[in-house]
Every structure is written in structure tokens, then in C-alpha cells.
């Protein structure tokens, strides 16, 4: 047998080693996910098919976090048989782009670890700036302005805000545009410290409740020089 026939024959044994693997092929191994704004869920559909002719199991698939939750319908995909594992990610009070992965372990020995990821832009509802007021001990106390504005695409129709504490006051006010509302704090008394938690709000068009936070505080007095 010359060399020319040797790596012929050493071919096909290697391509009839391989076919006999399964082949699980991703049609996407990375989404990206764009929820629309006050929703609470984002799901990514990361769908197979088993290329092979040999049956693929999943061994074994693990979410990179608490906040995300995957669902496979069945463990055992025959050859040239579809599927998908749905990711759910419960977005909670999250904001920005979150970055989530599954850890997916099969028995194809081609591909036994994949990792799929799933990257979700949430859009924020409303943005509150500052999200933190002071006053020193002793300071003037005059009204400091929070300013809600609302998120692209949505409808804030008002606001309602409470304080923690009695020690400091809220006034709400339109703001400069639709959509924007303007929150006066004021304390009652700087002579001694005192902190408060703002619970704000907003009024939403076709949107579900949500609430956002800010902080008030009066320092104490400055340590006295040594």
C-alpha cells in the first residue's frame, strides 16, 4: 500500500469515526435581548438540531445566576431532530445591559460544553438625579431639587413621594417638559442629624407600579480640631 492509498484509507476511517458522533449544531450561541420598558421577564429561545446520527443527551444545564432560569423539554434529542432551551431572566428592578450565561454539558463528545449567553439592554422607566441630598449641621435649610424625568417611549403622567422620616419635607412640581416632575426636599431642622428614605412614586401610562429611591440626610457637626 503506497502512501497516496495509506491517507486515503486513514480518511475514510476517520470520516466514518466522526459520522458516527452525534453533532448538536446552535443556530445562536449569543441574544440580545431588548424588553420593552416595565417588563418583568426577558426570554431567549436558543434552538439545536442534532446533525449527527447518533442520539445527543443533555447532561446537565446551569444558569449563571439565581435571576435566570432555563427550561429544556427533553433530554434525549434524536439524530436530525429540533429543539430549544428557553432562558428566562426575571429583570426585577435591574436596569442597563445584563449579561447572563447557561452552562450546557451534552454527552456529544464533538461539543460536550457550550456556553450560551444571553445579553438583555432594559430600559429604564424613569431616572432620578440626585439620588442623595444633605444638608451640614447647622446649614440654612432651604429646598433641594430631585428631577424625575421619564424614559424614552414612556408616559409619566405624576409622582407621589413619601419620606421615612419627619424630619424632612417633599413638595412635587412640574418640571421643564412632559415628563419631568421637580421634588423640593426640605429639612425642618439642621441642628442634629437626621436621615430619611424617599420613596418615589410614578404614575405610569400602560405601564405596571414601580417605586425608586433617594436619600436626605443632615450631617453631623465636624470633629472639633486637636
Request: a positive charge; one cysteine or more; hydrophobic letters at 40%.
Amino acid at each position: 500500500m503506497n502512501i497516496r492509498t495509506r491517507t486515503f484509507v486513514i480518511s475514510l476511517i476517520a470520516t466514518a469515526c466522526s459520522a458516527a458522533h452525534g453533532q448538536l449544531a446552535w443556530e445562536q450561541t449569543q441574544l440580545e435581548l431588548h424588553p420593552a420598558a416595565g417588563d418583568a421577564e426577558a426570554v431567549a429561545h436558543f434552538k439545536y438540531e442534532n446533525k449527527g446520527d447518533k442520539v445527543i443527551r443533555f447532561l446537565s444545564v446551569r444558569p449563571s445566576c439565581g435571576c435566570t432560569a432555563a427550561a429544556l423539554k427533553k433530554n434525549d434529542v434524536a439524530p436530525g431532530e429540533k429543539g430549544e432551551i428557553t432562558a428566562t431572566f426575571n429583570i426585577g428592578a435591574r436596569t442597563g445591559i445584563q449579561q447572563k450565561t447557561l452552562n450546557v454539558e451534552t454527552d456529544d463528545p464533538a461539543h460536550q460544553f457550550t456556553v450560551l449567553t444571553m445579553r438583555t439592554v432594559i430600559a429604564q422607566l424613569a431616572d432620578v438625579q440626585p439620588t442623595f441630598v444633605f444638608w451640614e449641621a447647622g446649614e440654612e435649610p432651604k429646598a433641594k431639587t430631585i428631577i424625575v424625568k421619564a424614559g424614552k417611549d414612556v408616559v409619566m403622567k405624576n409622582i407621589a413621594v413619601t419620606s421615612s422620616s419627619p424630619a424632612f419635607t417633599t413638595e412635587v412640581r412640574a418640571g421643564a417638559g412632559p415628563g419631568e416632575f421637580r421634588i423640593n426636599v426640605r429639612p425642618r431642622d439642621t441642628s442634629k442629624p437626621a436621615d430619611a428614605t424617599l420613596t418615589i412614586v410614578p404614575a405610569f401610562e400602560n405601564q405596571p407600579g414601580k417605586s425608586f429611591f433617594a436619600n436626605a440626610r443632615i450631617t453631623g457637626p465636624a470633629a472639633a480640631a486637636r
